[in-house]
RNA sequence: GCCGAAGUGGCGGAAUUGGUAGACGCCCGGGACUUAAAAUCCCGUGUUCAGCAAUGGACGUGCGGGUUCGAUUCCCGCCUUCGGCACCA
């Protein structure tokens, strides 16, 4: 009988759905294992062979945990809120919900094709009432906590978009070729900066890649440091500074503030007035990009006024300059030239005293010397010295007499900022706050508040959601008067900041997760996702997790305890997959071709799940060829039956084959290396092949050891060979430890190094016998011959080397 | 510029408490089966030199050094690629 993937696929996809066999279990006795995958927006475009890579890796995780004894839960759901739905609505006319729903479906339908192994019983989607219920009540526990606020602040504004962005899409909106301008609007922020410091701190446990971890860290960017006070001559006011080198301001000779500071302008003097105001209002005019992005050129303007160096008492000159950001620290630095390549460039451009104050190899008027592992020099006064102090001492001893002073304080920094949360959108969670007349707020006391129909969902040009344009919904009165709703809606990272806990609980109509079934689920303890997620959504669910447990809704502290970010699949051409490039490879019409055991397998066997790698069509022939391998296993002939399966005792060394076969695949999926997995799954089937091998054992062993990868076949081929049951049912093959090593080991004979002979021997002969023969394999014998052997090296059951002289 | 990861055959990749480099697969070449083809199976396949051949030698894991009996693996100095951050004081 031939091997025809596409009837059996569809046998076992519908056997599976029928018996409802990934239903996941209800008893708690068992072990749980809780894998995740990032769910998808449902685009309008399908899934291609990319996207199926990491549920191809978390769908094996998952069958092999429930063959190993564990009751797994392995949901998916839809992150379905979101902007080319409602750009789409805004083009044709179709209700987002529409568009939503067809690709959901399209989406689930490419998901069941591939055999993945979800509990559809507890699908989630964001854009569900039923759902999102919970999104808006998270969000009023945040308000009442202070942790969501409203603020006039200058938004990230997307022309084309029409909406406001968070500072983390700012780049990837620019790249993909929108418009972002800054514009102050009256904005909903989450305080994620109160939880900066939980953020931090517990990233520590997390079994994540490191450079996720770093990443976070560095956005987060925590910094030590000290504001100082700088008196102003003839303003009887002080300025106001914060450094991290507060060791080298004995070295400051000239402060700058930001052109946003509330102090630019009034420092002025009569004589420099004009051109500061010139400038302050040059500055405001350049956009985001020009004043952070690639260039750099120094500009500023004096005003005029001094400040007197708490340290040394001189008059330190005040400027103006852009580089300077108003957001981070007091907006307003101490230059120290000599040591900081910023202040360096500054001070050279507008001919600034350059003083150096850290030991530095070179002359700091040629160059900056930034380094930290130097020690001070003409650091003292009459009151303090830090003249050759170590860096983290010259630092305290600085910080502790500015306090001292009462000049100076320690103070942690962070370059997080709030979270600019409201969208001025049709197609998001409503944000259910009622604005009263007399300016109160109150909360919405039913939820869900769900979204009106619209007649066009282009947002106006004043920055509101159409949502302003429904009056009916919009406006209401109750006991404490009337209201207007709140027209702006959640970002699309609100729905997915929380699902993997409705995941566990998706009916609940009464809470948002049940306390008892939290307590079996949580954490997640694997969870695939791409790595451009490092920071926005991991960041985010983070915080969302941290409040809910401040709130008891939750029992950990973290959500995810294990992240593995599954690197690109590239097209066939080595590039990033893109629909503009053309070489897009969809999922739906490699299926058709190969059928889903042979995706799955070729996309496991490209290599490394991490690593970025090209798709190469010709490679899963290979993949399609071994699948035919293990099916003549059990049917032999392409017509005719299929072949006895037999009792007889295997030679020993395919015995040994096998162990070694199980116990390499057991340890390479628990630790995710699929690609050597699947190598040694060739091996085993090729030399149970070479000696036509019909043993029960070997056979059935080897199609639960593919089970987890390629589960139709397995199914079908279990069948095959007598059994009723679903292979999802059988425990994975155990191995036998000492039947998992070769008994027969081959000596590799070197001569200096060199490899000059091999032999073989039972494992475990004792070195001076391997010595011995080794010393007599003839083409060894030929360079040992008029040589001295200075010393016999021997690795057990692995190498003999001479060293001759 | 800073942080992180990685450089191995024609290609994807394998092997690192230092111990036979190139598992497995693709591509390519030769053969068997077949009227033929497909499918399948078998053999070969890092480079180079010597030889009719069996075979043997040299070289070879980005580059240059070092440690060692022995280095893809460890150390020092470079180069390149990818990812992230980018005036955060």
Same mark, same amino acid.
């Given at each position: 009988m031939r091997y025809e993937f596409s009837a059996i696929e569809k046998k076992w996809q519908a056997i599976w759905q029928e018996n409802g066999t990934f239903r996941t279990g209800e008893s708690t006795e068992k072990p749980k294992y809780y894998v995740l995958d990032m769910f998808p927006y449902p685009s309008g475009s399908g899934l291609h062979v990319g996207h199926l890579e990491g549920y191809t890796a978390s769908d094996i995780i998952a069958r092999f945990k429930r063959s190993r004894g564990f009751n797994v839960l392995h949901p998916m759901g839809w992150d379905a809120f979101g902007l080319p739905a409602e750009q789409y609505a805004i083009k044709t006319g179709t209700h987002p919900k529409i568009t939503t729903e067809n690709n959901i479906r399209s989406f689930r339908e490419t998901l069941q094709a591939m055999g993945?192994?979800?509990?559809?019983?507890k699908e989630v989607n964001t854009t569900d009432p039923v759902y999102f219920k919970w999104t808006q009540w998270i969000f009023l526990r945040l308000y009442e906590m202070g942790l969501a606020y409203m603020s006039d602040v200058d938004v990230n504004w997307c022309e084309e978009l029409k909406t406001v962005l968070a500072n983390e899409e700012v780049d990837e909106k620019i790249a993909d070729g929108y418009t972002v301008v800054r514009k102050p609007l009256r904005q909903w922020v989450l305080k994620i900066t109160a939880y900066a410091e939980r953020l931090l701190a517990d990233l520590d446990e997390l079994e994540w890649p490191e450079n996720v971890k770093q990443m976070q860290r560095n956005w987060i960017g925590r910094s030590e440091g000290v504001e100082i006070d700088f008196e102003l001559r003839c303003h009887g006011k002080n300025l106001r500074v914060y450094t991290t080198r507060p060791d080298t301001l004995f070295g400051a000779t000239y402060l700058v503030v930001s052109p946003e500071h509330p102090l630019a302008e009034k420092l002025a003097t009569a004589d420099n007035l004009k051109e500061v105001k010139a400038y302050i209002s040059r500055a405001k005019l350049k956009t985001e990009l020009e004043r952070t992005g690639l260039q750099k050129d120094k500009t500023g303007v004096f005003t005029g006024s001094y400040a007197i160096n708490p340290a040394t008492g001189n008059p330190l000159p005040v400027w103006i300059s852009?580089?300077?950001?108003?957001?981070? *620290?007091? *907006?307003a630095i101490m230059s120290v030239p000599a040591h900081d390549s910023r202040d360096w460039e500054f001070a050279k451009k507008f001919n600034l005293p350059i003083l150096e104050v850290i030991k530095s190899p070179h002359d700091v008027n040629d160059a900056v010397f930034e380094g930290k592992e130097s020690v001070p020099v003409n650091s003292s006064n009459s009151e303090i010295t830090i003249d050759g102090l170590a860096f983290r001492k010259a630092f305290d001893t600085m910080a502790s007499w500015l306090e001292k002073k009462g000049v100076g304080k320690r103070t942690i920094n962070y370059k997080l900022r709030d979270w600019i949360f409201s969208r001025q959108r049709y197609w998001g969670e409503p944000i259910p706050i009622k604005h009263y007349e007399d300016g109160t707020l109150r909360t919405e +006391?039913?939820?869900?508040?769900t979204l009106p129909d619209v007649e066009a969902y282009q947002p106006s040009e004043t920055g509101e959601?159409?949502? #302003? +344009?429904i009056h009916d919904w919009l406006y209401g009165s109750d006991e404490f008067g009337s209201f207007r709703r709140e027209t702006n809606t959640m970002p699309q990272w609100a729905g997915s900041c929380w699902y993997y806990l409705r995941f566990i609980d998706p009916e609940n109509s009464g809470r948002l997760i049940d306390p008892e079934r939290e307590k079996y689920w949580m954490n997640v303890d694997l969870y695939i996702g791409g #790595?451009?997620? #490092?920071?926005l959504h991991l960041l985010y669910a983070r915080f969302w997790h941290k409040v809910l447990f401040d709130l008891n809704v939750v029992s950990t502290v973290e959500p995810f305890r294990k992240l593995f970010n599954q690197g690109m699949i590239l097209g066939e051409d080595n590039e990033k997959m893109s629909k503009s490039r053309g070489n897009v490879i969809p999922a739906d019409h490699v299926l058709k071709t190969y059928g889903a055991d042979a995706v799955r397998l070729y996309e496991m066997f490209l290599g490394p799940l991490e690593q970025v790698k090209p798709w190469n069509t010709n490679g899963i022939e290979g993949i399609s060829r071994f699948l035919g391998k293990v099916w003549r296993l059990v049917y032999p002939e392409q017509e005719g039956n299929k072949a006895e399966l037999t009792d007889e005792t295997m030679p020993e060394e395919l015995l040994r084959r096998l162990h070694k076969t199980i116990r390499k695949v057991t340890e390479d999926t628990e630790a995710l290396k699929f690609n050597t997995a699947i190598a040694e799954m060739m091996v085993l089937v090729n030399e149970l092949q070479r000696n036509g091998c019909r043993n029960r054992t070997a056979v059935e062993s080897m199609i639960l050891l593919l089970a987890p990868y390629a589960p139709h076949i397995t199914e079908e081929l279990w069948q095959a060979t007598g059994h009723t049951g679903s292979v999802t049912d059988e425990p994975f093959p155990d191995y036998v430890a000492g039947l998992a090593t070769d008994s027969v080991v081959q000596i590799a004979v070197q001569v200096n190094g060199k490899l000059r002979g091999t032999f073989s021997t039972p494992a475990g002969t004792p070195q001076n016998s391997l010595i011995e023969t080794a010393r007599n394999v003839e083409s060894v014998m030929k360079f040992l011959e008029g040589k001295t052997i200075m010393r016999e090296i021997v690795v057990p059951d692995k190498l003999v080397n001479f060293a001759v002289k």
């Open positions: 993945f192994s979800y509990d559809w019983s852009d580089f300077v950001l108003i957001s981070y *620290g007091t *907006g +006391t039913s939820l869900p508040l959601s159409p949502l #302003a +344009t #790595a451009e997620h #490092a920071v």
